[in-house]
């Protein structure tokens, strides 16, 4: 069946809703407390951030692989009462997506403010990689296809579009590995990140192999955290304590045809942003080349890459330079992750990178520079090891999502007054 | 009725309800590969799905598909996550583009299975014939019973098929 995307998300949407807090607990590998704790205290931290009381927000979602705990529990340990709550299945990807959630169920006159939380002991507990999963159940008629080959794990999954990547473009494995290297530079710039020393390229590639082409090092760090963001219009965001990030076009979980992990449908080097890309920017009026910074989801180095290309930052094929060329590192042209993203400072499906530009574009990245009798922080623009990780004059952040090859999400936002 | 069986240690166990991949695992354990072709469009699919991806009708047949391919794709796994991996490291993720059906319906798509390289006898293959495979390797099916009624496809390195000089390989090895 011939799919043509219709773009028709009403443009006026556009500005009207902002991420105005946002919350972690930091990330950890053995947290030594449950996911209900570590919602409530994401979900807190984030409401407070954002100069909020719990009454304010009458909104929550969340989204899970059935590792977490659910909205009405962490509602109830905070004593919220809510309008509106929904609990999601789902991983990487899910973010932006329920943020177009947030907005179209405030649009829709169901509540006015919503606080959307991730929750997960993914090391002590819940394993993304698969570590510890499986192999006591049988293998049933689907799953004979999965774990009767011995595919379980997301780069076991993956590996076929990384591979064919590399086989289409010429796309080197030191190139591939430069984005473990600068998001490396990036974490030592942050206090929260779990791994933070720089690693080189060298390292990555020494480092032992997982599955070809993913050595160790170009897998993310599983880690233990709550994380949390609030939604409300961008009208109320004035009564709020910081310049809200101002949401200017959010795509949903867009797939490519036939996107069963089988891989039969098109060039299998290319991933979801080439679709999503045909929503995203006309939807946000702006393309490319007028980001800032970008946030693209790094499970693995590839899938950085891998997005980074599709959604047009370079050419088609030419991903592998643009990721080692220095332009995604803290001082070049458009830095990605500045946070050190899931392969340094912690993995947790992609909120932390939406997290991590709010605060890029409030112009108040919590680095290691100092801050002021008024507790404002003093950027020195100096991304040595141990010193600054904010950009200079953000204006305008992207957020690439990943699901998997054939499914992606994200979000672009502007910086408000 | 329920298929049971086991591999590599693993047990299986195909649901009654479960009639598409009952019936495709039956097929495999009498040494054929089958796929569901639709008869409105007469597209064939793998692996089994409830109706046509490319026109939505649920009618369909289960018609031979010949078994060679060329390695479109692959992973190679040296870190296993299940149990019953660890002793057969480092072994082939395979994504197999078979000669049927190649471009169709639109340029790049495919009649791909996936499935581990083997050696002739069905057992996954050796380190040394895990080196020899990469993209552009021609190969062909196999199975390895899981009990009396169903097998699992395997691929081995067609012999009689002209091979790629050197197929291609990730460069470090």
Same mark, same amino acid.
């Given at each position: 069946m011939?799919q043509?995307?219709?773009?028709?998300t009403?443009?006026y949407?556009?500005?009207?809703?902002s991420?105005?807090?946002?919350?972690e607990?930091?990330?950890?590998r053995?947290s030594g407390v449950?996911t209900r704790?570590?919602?409530t205290?994401a979900?807190?931290?984030?409401?407070?951030?954002?100069?909020?009381?719990?009454?304010d927000?009458?909104g929550?979602l969340?989204?899970?692989?059935n590792?977490?705990?659910?909205s009405p529990?962490?509602?109830g340990?905070?004593g919220m009462r809510?309008n509106?709550?929904?609990?999601?299945y789902g991983?990487?990807?899910?973010i932006?997506?329920?943020?177009?959630?947030?907005?179209?169920?405030?649009e829709?006159?169901?509540c006015?403010?919503?606080?959307?939380?991730r929750?997960m002991?993914?090391?002590s507990?819940v394993?993304?990689?698969g570590?510890?999963?499986g192999?006591?159940?049988?293998?049933?008629g689907?799953?004979l296809?999965?774990?009767? #080959?011995?595919?379980?794990?997301?780069?076991q999954? *993956?590996?076929?579009?990384?591979?064919r990547?590399?086989? @289409? %473009? &010429?796309t080197?494995?030191e190139?591939?590995?430069s984005?473990?290297?600068?998001?490396?530079e990036?974490?030592?710039?942050n206090p929260?990140?779990?791994?933070k020393?720089?690693v080189?390229?060298?390292?990555v590639?020494?480092?032992r192999?997982?599955?070809?082409?993913?050595h160790l090092?170009?897998c993310?760090?599983e880690?233990?955290?709550?994380?949390?963001?609030v939604?409300?219009?961008?009208?109320?965001?004035?009564?709020?304590?910081?310049?809200?990030a101002v949401?200017?076009a959010?795509?949903?979980?867009?797939m490519?045809p036939?996107s069963?992990?089988?891989?039969q449908?098109?060039?299998i080097?290319?991933?979801?942003?080439h679709?999503?890309?045909?929503?995203?920017?006309p939807?946000a009026?702006?393309?490319?080349e007028d #980001?800032?910074?970008t946030?693209?989801?790094?499970? *693995?180095?590839?899938t950085?890459m891998?997005?980074?290309? @599709? %959604? &047009?930052f370079c050419k088609?094929g030419e991903?592998g330079?643009?990721v080692s060329?220095?332009?995604i590192?803290?001082?070049?042209?458009?830095?990605?992750?500045?946070?050190?993203?899931?392969?340094?400072e912690g993995?947790t499906?992609?909120?932390?990178?939406?997290?991590?530009?709010?605060?890029?574009?409030?112009h108040?990245?919590?680095?290691?520079c100092?801050r002021?009798?008024n507790?404002?922080?003093q950027?020195s623009y100096?991304?040595?090891e141990?010193?600054?990780r904010?950009?200079?004059d953000v204006?305008?952040?992207?957020?690439l999502?990943?699901?998997?090859?054939g499914m992606g999400?994200?979000?672009v936002?502007?910086?408000g007054? | 009725m329920?298929?049971r069986g086991?591999?590599l240690g693993?047990?299986?166990l195909?649901?009654?309800?479960d009639?598409?991949?009952?019936t495709f695992?039956?097929?495999?354990?009498?040494?054929?590969?089958?796929a569901?072709?639709c008869l409105?469009?007469r597209?064939?699919?793998?692996?089994p799905?409830?109706?046509?991806?490319?026109?939505?009708?649920e009618r369909?047949?289960?018609?031979?598909?010949?078994?060679?391919?060329?390695?479109?794709?692959?992973?190679e796994?040296?870190h296993?996550?299940?149990?019953?991996?660890?002793p057969?490291?480092?072994?082939?993720l395979?994504?197999?583009?078979l000669?049927?059906?190649?471009?169709?319906p639109?340029?790049?798509d495919?009649?791909?299975?996936q499935g581990?390289?083997?050696?002739?006898d069905?057992?996954?293959?050796?380190?040394?014939?895990v080196?020899?495979?990469?993209?552009?390797?021609?190969?062909?099916?196999t199975?390895?019973q899981?009990?009396d009624?169903i097998?699992?496809?395997?691929?081995v390195?067609?012999?009689e098929a002209e091979?790629?000089?050197?197929?291609?390989?990730?460069p470090?090895e």
């Open positions: 011939v043509e995307i219709n773009s028709s009403e443009k949407l556009r500005g009207k809703y991420i105005v807090g946002v919350g607990t930091g990330y950890t053995g449950t704790v570590l919602g205290r979900v807190r931290a984030a409401v407070e951030d954002a100069g909020l009381t719990m009454s927000v009458d929550m969340s989204y899970s692989f590792d977490s705990t659910p529990t962490i509602a340990d905070l809510l509106f709550h929904m609990d999601v991983g990487g990807s899910s932006e997506a329920l943020v177009g959630i947030a907005i179209g169920v405030i829709a006159g169901m006015k403010t919503v606080v959307i939380y929750a002991n993914g090391f507990q394993r993304i990689g570590t510890g999963r192999g006591q159940s049988s293998l049933s689907d799953g296809f999965t774990r009767g #080959i011995g595919l379980m794990s997301a780069g999954m *993956f590996c076929h579009t990384f591979m990547h590399m086989y @289409d %473009y &010429g080197t494995p190139q591939v590995a984005v473990k290297s600068i998001h490396s990036h974490a030592s710039n929260k990140a779990f791994y020393k720089r080189s390229v060298d390292d590639l020494a480092s192999m997982i599955v070809k082409p993913l090092l170009d993310c760090v880690t233990d955290n709550g994380t949390a963001i939604v409300t219009s961008t009208d109320r965001a004035k009564d709020c304590k910081h310049v809200p949401i200017q959010v795509v949903g979980r867009c490519k036939r069963d992990m089988h891989y449908s098109g060039p080097s290319t991933v979801a942003g679709y999503a890309k045909d929503l995203l920017w939807n009026g702006v393309g490319p #980001i800032d910074v946030g693209s989801y790094d499970a *693995f180095t590839f950085t891998l997005q980074l290309e @599709d %959604y &047009g088609k991903g330079d643009y060329s220095g332009i590192r803290l001082g070049g042209e458009r830095p990605n992750n500045t946070s050190g993203g899931h392969l340094c993995y499906h992609g909120i932390n990178m939406v997290i991590e530009n709010v605060r890029q574009l409030r108040d990245v919590d680095d290691y100092p002021d009798a507790g404002v922080v950027h100096d991304y040595s141990g010193g600054c904010q950009v200079k204006e305008l952040t992207a957020n999502g990943w699901g998997t090859p999400s994200a979000m936002m502007a910086r007054t | 329920s298929l086991e591999y693993m047990p299986v195909i649901d009654d309800l009639k598409d991949n009952q695992y039956r097929y495999c354990g009498q040494n054929e590969l089958r569901q072709e409105d469009c597209l064939k699919r793998l692996p799905t409830s109706a046509c991806p490319f026109c939505a009708s369909m047949e289960w018609r031979p598909v010949d078994g060679r391919g060329t390695v479109y794709s692959y992973g796994v040296h296993a996550i299940q149990g019953a991996f660890r057969h490291l480092p072994y082939h395979l994504l197999v583009e000669d049927e059906q190649k471009d169709i639109n340029p790049h495919g009649l791909r299975l581990n390289l083997a050696e002739l069905g057992s996954l293959a050796t380190k040394e014939t080196k020899k495979v990469g993209i552009g390797t021609r190969v062909k099916v199975f390895k899981m009990g009624e097998a699992m496809p395997l691929w390195i067609d012999q091979q790629p000089t050197t197929p291609w390989r990730y470090i």
